[in-house]
């Protein structure tokens, strides 16, 4: 099911449940050819559903909230419908339709996209592959077309196919660098052994590297028949014609074979478990998975299964968080989440700790799974965890590429619309009887599976750890299945007291709030010896007020499907909110208490300074997390910037309860800017608002924004062991905010080097097979900023990956840009903000964010309105001004 995704690194696709849907829809409008194509009604915002004469689904849904459309093509086709000695291939298509089709040549289907302002990708999950791009909406068909075009005409050169599937190579390497997708594609070879399911989505690198061109077309002529594929468009368009468009491009396409649904996988009565699997690697913590075997999506029991890892590791106030984080501090983090596919599916409990509690906390697990008991659970626990599970399926329409991706995934798998409201109609029947007996049926010793990533040198022990579960949880034989107010508020910016300032950015769409506060301070109020302060602050902000232990706030945010965050930045600091409107009564005098009466409780002080080292040590064990955590004190030497955000473990360990009250005492009488986006009731808004700016904030000096020093050493290398890819940055000084032209140009640049089409991939992807991930970035605050190039590649090409670099510099100081490429970069400036800026607290937290920080609250819209009348030559100016390769900074993260 589509309700609960499991998001694990390395992986491209969203690993989602799924329900074959090759049987006819009764809903289905016509399945005339195109000369009676059916009169669609016109009702605002209606799914119409329509069979094109070749079987081929037509979805089309009315948005009009965004200049936006988003389209997807779905199709049967992913890596559990291939064999294993062609493992991958599903994924290297997916790769290979960028390469060219009949009617583009290689890398301009994304430039045909990028080059009006969408974006376009695609991805390859278990079950399906799906092609999808957003445009705006006055380029619908290029959309349309584009992919409809990737998917049936692919050319598949070999000479490009043999470049990359070097890339692929060396992305399934990336991936084993990731502790996340590392634990997965161990659990899935143990948990569905013998099955599609078994190997990863990616392929392995013998399979991989004996594909061809014939193989991929005999895949193509296998599979991508239209009768097992679905296109939906959804956004600002005339449903009927998009219609005729549909059967334009697709109507003629005939099928050459029958695509029959694939049975579900039969869990065996009785499992090989408990086994475990434990691997030694170069990491600072401890990544455990245990996994047990579920049935497919379309099982009647998913709702309960769903509802039942809610409540065991849903969120922060699950059994599971409460008892091994909160209570034994046993773990940094736990999570439990069901992944149901078209065929089966997994409960998995994800758990990150340290090496010397492995041994406790499994001892604790096993007890815990060994006498699970559903009449422990509240009616409150229960109907929270309802409450929170249908909040995310809500919230899923936010976005147009939410609403699209979910309505699409509902229609291909799920009986569309109707799979929804029989999924929430099982969800809140489900009871304490059934949750026992699902629980008795599915989680067992006899099937549980577990992957344990341990640090060098570790002594845990595979065996121990099954001794241990069969001694605590023997296996059972027969176990027996079991909006008005809202409406009339105006866009406003409102003084508040002390010289603070409200920012009421109304939207009726969804009966949600979304707030975001923002001070300027953060690490800008920190001296060198107070590194990571600002950031443990903002852990500690959250939990507890004077009147509320920090386990009742996560109860109280739970039962009102709220959340409520604080976060520090080098020159800002920030609380953020989102709430169901109805529940504005409550949240706003607890978020009041918050800010005001916070307890920094000494036990939760601990708890936070555990998780900030938990969070440094995990961020050192990814390449680039560790790239990023040192940049900064790396390029400059002065100010802010040049501390480590977090600080050391060292330096957290001794900072205490009263480093923290002295900071928020600090930090909160800066002046603030609130913004508010969303339904909401300007007035009880503005109430609040007058409250926090008298009781926090006073009149104090305007905050400087440091100019700082940059370092004297040019180049810094760092080393992670038994890593399989190098990373590289390559980093240019630039202005600040505060140098609009500049800025302009510097962001045209940075999307003229960026994106699939863009100058980098094109060269050191695209031309060498460099690497998988290659790209730009741009970074500014209010005084400084940088430009940096980026590529993951192979140890052994990091010079050629460094001339590359020098070698698309060098041609943008010597020629100006092409008249085709700025127009595609000043496309995807205007695109990329409204594709970014399309959920409640995305916007809240710009307005606040710019205001905060001394900007006025349209600068991103200045930007882009300046960087249309960029030239070709302004931008090879700003290229010869700022990228000097010889002036660079480089950092590398070598294994």
């Given at each position: 099911?589509f309700?609960?995704?499991?998001m694990?690194t390395?992986m491209?696709?969203?690993?989602?449940?799924?329900?074959?849907?090759?049987?006819k829809n009764?809903?289905i409008?016509?399945?005339?050819p195109?000369t009676?194509?059916p009169?669609?009604?016109?009702e605002d915002?209606?799914?119409?559903?329509?069979?094109l004469?070749?079987?081929?689904t037509v979805?089309?849904?009315?948005?009009?909230r965004f200049?936006?459309?988003?389209?997807?093509?779905?199709v049967?086709?992913g890596?559990?419908?291939e064999?294993?000695?062609?493992a991958?291939?599903?994924h290297?298509l997916e790769?290979?339709v960028f390469?060219g089709t009949?009617?583009r040549?290689?890398?301009?289907?994304?430039?045909a996209?990028?080059?009006?302002?969408g974006n376009v990708?695609?991805?390859?999950?278990?079950?399906y592959t799906v092609?999808?791009?957003e445009?705006?909406?006055?380029d619908w068909k290029?959309?349309?077309?584009?992919i409809t075009?990737?998917a049936f005409?692919a050319?598949?050169?070999?000479?490009e196919?043999?470049?990359?599937?070097?890339v692929?190579?060396?992305?399934?390497?990336?991936?084993e660098?990731?502790?996340?997708s590392?634990?997965?594609?161990?659990?899935?070879?143990?948990?569905?052994k013998?099955?599609p399911?078994?190997?990863p989505?990616?392929?392995y690198?013998?399979t991989v590297?004996?594909?061809t061109r014939?193989?991929?077309k005999?895949y193509i002529?296998?599979l991508?028949?239209?009768q097992?594929?679905l296109?939906a468009v959804?956004?600002k368009v005339d449903?009927?014609?998009?219609?005729?468009?549909?059967?334009?491009?697709?109507g003629?396409?005939q099928?050459t074979g029958t695509?029959?649904?694939p049975?579900?996988f039969v869990i065996?009565?009785?499992g090989?478990?408990?086994k475990?699997?434990t691997?030694?690697?170069?990491w600072?913590?401890?990544?455990?998975?245990v996994?047990?075997?579920i049935?497919?999506?379309s099982?009647?029991?998913y709702?309960?299964?769903d509802l039942?890892?809610?409540?065991?590791?849903?969120?922060d106030?699950?059994?599971y968080y409460?008892k091994f984080?909160y209570d034994?501090h046993l773990v940094?983090?736990?999570?439990?989440s069901?992944l149901a596919?078209?065929?089966?599916?997994?409960?998995?409990?994800?758990?990150?700790?340290d090496?010397?509690k492995v041994d406790?906390?499994w001892r604790e697990l096993?007890s815990?799974?060994a006498s699970?008991d559903?009449?422990v659970?509240?009616?409150r626990e229960?109907d929270r965890?309802?409450?929170n599970l249908?909040d995310s399926?809500?919230?899923?329409k936010?976005?147009l590429?939410?609403?699209a991706?979910k309505?699409?995934f509902?229609q291909?798998?799920e009986?569309?619309?109707?799979?929804?409201?029989?999924?929430?109609?099982?969800l809140n029947?489900?009871?304490?009887?059934?949750?026992q007996?699902l629980?008795d049926?599915?989680v067992r010793?006899d099937r549980?599976?577990s992957?344990?990533?341990?640090?060098?040198?570790t002594?845990?022990?595979a065996?121990?750890?099954e001794?241990?579960?069969?001694?605590?949880w023997?296996v059972r034989?027969n176990?027996k299945?079991?909006?008005?107010?809202?409406?009339?508020?105006?866009?406003?910016v409102i003084?508040?007291?002390n010289?603070n300032?409200?920012?009421?950015?109304p939207?009726?769409t969804?009966p949600y709030?979304a707030?975001?506060?923002?001070w300027?301070?953060?690490?800008?109020?920190?001296?060198?010896?107070?590194?990571?302060l600002?950031?443990?602050?903002?852990?500690a902000?959250t939990?507890g007020t004077?009147t509320?232990s920090?386990?009742?706030v996560?109860?109280f945010?739970?039962?009102h499907?709220?959340?409520?965050g604080?976060?520090?930045?080098?020159n800002i600091?920030?609380?953020e909110?989102?709430?169901?409107?109805r529940f504005?009564?409550?949240?706003?005098?607890?978020?009041t208490?918050?800010?005001?009466?916070?307890?920094f409780?000494?036990?939760?002080?601990d708890?936070s300074?555990q998780d900030?080292i938990?969070?440094?040590k995990?961020r050192?064990?990814?390449?680039?997390?560790?790239a990023f955590?040192?940049?900064?004190?790396?390029?400059?030497k002065s100010?802010?910037?040049?501390l480590?955000h977090q600080?050391?473990?060292?330096?957290?360990?001794?900072?205490?309860q009263?480093?923290?009250?002295?900071?928020?005492?600090?930090?909160?009488?800066q002046?603030?800017?609130i913004?508010?986006c969303?339904?909401?009731?300007?007035?009880?808004?503005?109430?609040f608002?007058?409250t926090?700016?008298t009781?926090l904030?006073a009149p104090?000096?305007?905050y400087e924004?440091?100019t700082?020093?940059?370092?004297?050493?040019?180049?810094a290398t760092?080393?992670?062991?038994?890593r399989?890819?190098?990373?590289l940055l390559?980093?240019?000084?630039?202005?600040?905010?505060t140098?609009?032209?500049?800025s302009?140009?510097?962001?045209l640049?940075k999307a003229?080097l960026?994106?699939?089409?863009g100058l980098l991939f094109?060269?050191?992807?695209?031309?060498?097979?460099?690497?998988?991930?290659v790209t730009?970035l741009l970074?500014?605050?209010r005084n400084?900023?940088?430009i940096a190039l980026y590529?993951?590649?192979k140890?052994?090409?990091v010079?050629?990956?460094?001339?590359?670099f020098?070698?698309?510099i060098?041609?943008l100081?010597?020629?100006?840009l092409?008249?085709?490429?700025l127009?595609?970069?000043k496309n995807?400036?205007t695109?990329?903000y409204?594709?970014?800026q399309?959920s409640?607290?995305?916007r809240s937290?710009?307005?606040a964010s710019l205001?905060?920080?001394g900007f006025?609250?349209?600068y991103e819209?200045?930007?882009i309105e300046?960087?249309?009348t960029?030239?070709?030559?302004?931008?090879?100016?700003?290229?010869r001004k700022?990228m000097?390769?010889?002036?660079?900074y480089?950092?590398k993260v070598?294994p």
């Amino acid at each position: 099911m589509f309700r609960k995704l499991l998001m694990l690194t390395g992986m491209l696709a969203l690993l989602v449940g799924c329900q074959s849907t090759m049987k006819k829809n009764t809903d289905i409008a016509s399945q005339s050819p195109a000369t009676a194509l059916p009169s669609l009604d016109k009702e605002d915002g209606a799914t119409h559903l329509v069979r094109l004469s070749n079987g081929l689904t037509v979805l089309i849904k009315e948005d009009d909230r965004f200049p936006l459309v988003n389209t997807r093509l779905y199709v049967h086709a992913g890596s559990a419908y291939e064999t294993p000695d062609i493992a991958g291939i599903s994924h290297q298509l997916e790769h290979m339709v960028f390469k060219g089709t009949k009617k583009r040549g290689m890398g301009e289907s994304a430039r045909a996209i990028e080059a009006v302002g969408g974006n376009v990708n695609a991805a390859t999950s278990f079950d399906y592959t799906v092609y999808y791009a957003e445009v705006p909406d006055n380029d619908w068909k290029l959309g349309m077309d584009v992919i409809t075009d990737m998917a049936f005409n692919a050319s598949i050169d070999p000479v490009e196919l043999e470049s990359e599937k070097k890339v692929v190579l060396s992305e399934l390497k990336r991936g084993e660098d990731s502790p996340g997708s590392k634990l997965f594609k161990t659990l899935q070879h143990m948990v569905w052994k013998g099955t599609p399911y078994e190997w990863p989505i990616i392929g392995y690198p013998e399979t991989v590297g004996a594909l061809t061109r014939e193989k991929i077309k005999a895949y193509i002529g296998r599979l991508y028949q239209p009768q097992s594929m679905l296109l939906a468009v959804v956004g600002k368009v005339d449903p009927q014609e998009v219609l005729a468009e549909a059967e334009r491009l697709l109507g003629s396409k005939q099928n050459t074979g029958t695509v029959l649904p694939p049975e579900p996988f039969v869990i065996p009565e009785a499992g090989q478990g408990p086994k475990v699997v434990t691997l030694p690697g170069k990491w600072n913590k401890v990544y455990m998975g245990v996994a047990f075997p579920i049935p497919h999506s379309s099982s009647a029991e998913y709702a309960g299964l769903d509802l039942l890892s809610q409540l065991l590791g849903g969120d922060d106030t699950s059994r599971y968080y409460r008892k091994f984080k909160y209570d034994l501090h046993l773990v940094d983090s736990i999570s439990v989440s069901p992944l149901a596919l078209e065929r089966g599916g997994m409960l998995y409990i994800s758990a990150t700790m340290d090496a010397d509690k492995v041994d406790a906390f499994w001892r604790e697990l096993t007890s815990d799974l060994a006498s699970f008991d559903a009449t422990v659970f509240t009616d409150r626990e229960i109907d929270r965890a309802r409450l929170n599970l249908e909040d995310s399926l809500f919230l899923a329409k936010e976005t147009l590429s939410g609403l699209a991706s979910k309505t699409a995934f509902l229609q291909f798998f799920e009986n569309g619309e109707q799979g929804e409201k029989d999924y929430l109609f099982a969800l809140n029947q489900a009871d304490r009887s059934e949750l026992q007996s699902l629980y008795d049926e599915y989680v067992r010793p006899d099937r549980m599976a577990s992957a344990v990533l341990l640090p060098e040198q570790t002594t845990v022990k595979a065996e121990a750890l099954e001794a241990i579960t069969e001694q605590g949880w023997p296996v059972r034989n027969n176990v027996k299945k079991a909006k008005a107010a809202a409406a009339e508020a105006k866009e406003q910016v409102i003084d508040l007291p002390n010289g603070n300032r409200l920012v009421l950015l109304p939207d009726a769409t969804l009966p949600y709030t979304a707030m975001s506060l923002y001070w300027t301070g953060g690490d800008g109020e920190l001296t060198p010896d107070q590194e990571g302060l600002a950031s443990l602050t903002a852990k500690a902000l959250t939990r507890g007020t004077l009147t509320m232990s920090a386990t009742e706030v996560q109860e109280f945010l739970a039962d009102h499907a709220a959340s409520l965050g604080a976060s520090a930045g080098r020159n800002i600091f920030a609380v953020e909110a989102k709430f169901p409107t109805r529940f504005t009564g409550d949240i706003l005098p607890l978020l009041t208490d918050v800010l005001t009466s916070p307890s920094f409780d000494l036990a939760e002080v601990d708890r936070s300074k555990q998780d900030q080292i938990a969070a440094i040590k995990s961020r050192e064990d990814r390449p680039l997390g560790l790239a990023f955590r040192h940049l900064f004190p790396f390029l400059y030497k002065s100010g802010p910037y040049a501390l480590l955000h977090q600080g050391t473990p060292e330096e957290v360990e001794k900072l205490g309860q009263s480093d923290i009250m002295r900071f928020w005492g600090r930090q909160a009488m800066q002046p603030m800017t609130i913004a508010v986006c969303g339904q909401f009731d300007p007035a009880a808004i503005e109430s609040f608002a007058k409250t926090i700016s008298t009781a926090l904030t006073a009149p104090v000096g305007e905050y400087e924004f440091a100019t700082p020093e940059w370092g004297t050493e040019r180049e810094a290398t760092l080393t992670l062991q038994d890593r399989n890819q190098a990373h590289l940055l390559m980093v240019f000084p630039t202005p600040g905010k505060t140098d609009k032209d500049d800025s302009a140009r510097l962001e045209l640049l940075k999307a003229a080097l960026s994106g699939q089409s863009g100058l980098l991939f094109n060269e050191l992807r695209d031309k060498q097979g460099l690497g998988y991930t290659v790209t730009s970035l741009l970074w500014q605050s209010r005084n400084t900023g940088f430009i940096a190039l980026y590529i993951g590649t192979k140890p052994d090409t990091v010079e050629q990956s460094l001339e590359g670099f020098r070698k698309v510099i060098a041609d943008l100081s010597a020629k100006v840009l092409p008249e085709d490429e700025l127009t595609r970069a000043k496309n995807i400036l205007t695109g990329d903000y409204y594709q970014e800026q399309q959920s409640l607290l995305s916007r809240s937290r710009q307005a606040a964010s710019l205001m905060a920080r001394g900007f006025e609250r349209n600068y991103e819209q200045d930007i882009i309105e300046r960087a249309q009348t960029v030239t070709p030559e302004q931008v090879r100016e700003v290229v010869r001004k700022y990228m000097n390769p010889d002036k660079a900074y480089l950092m590398k993260v070598l294994p």
